[in-house]
């Protein structure tokens, strides 16, 4: 079984940075991809951005150039630094991991960027 425990949420002014932390535990298997996703009230949850085993990444267009993923393979973590931040990242941040044991989701951190 496959956990994923995320951290970093929390509330931050409009143009500060946060970073998401995913810490992956149990029988992973090959990891095929690791991905962070948000979902914002009344709103569908979207893809924000995805690393896949060649560590190749994919954005999310409202996020480029302001948000970036990586992973650090041996402590199984995926992390998402967040600058720049607007109101509109406002949501419910989820990470997401593909591997030949499992599909799962994390337990959701919330990031609220407000004044």
């Known amino acids: 079984q496959v956990q994923l425990v995320e951290s970093g949420g929390g509330l931050v002014q409009p143009g500060g940075s946060l970073r998401l932390s995913c810490v992956a535990s149990?029988?992973?298997?090959?990891?095929?991809?690791m991905s962070w996703h948000r979902q914002a009230p009344g709103n569908q949850r979207e893809l924000v951005a995805r690393?896949?085993?060649?560590?190749?990444?994919t954005y999310a267009d409202s996020v480029k150039g302001r948000f970036t993923i990586s992973r650090d393979k041996v402590k199984n973590t995926l992390y998402l630094q967040m600058n720049s931040l607007k109101p509109e990242d406002t949501a419910v941040y989820y990470c997401?991991?593909?591997?030949?044991?499992?599909?799962?989701w994390g337990q959701g951190t919330q990031v609220t960027v407000s004044s």
């Open positions: 997401f991991l593909a591997s030949a044991r499992a599909n799962t």
């Open positions: 149990g029988s992973i298997g090959t990891i095929f991809v």
């Open positions: 690393i896949n085993g060649a560590d190749t990444t």
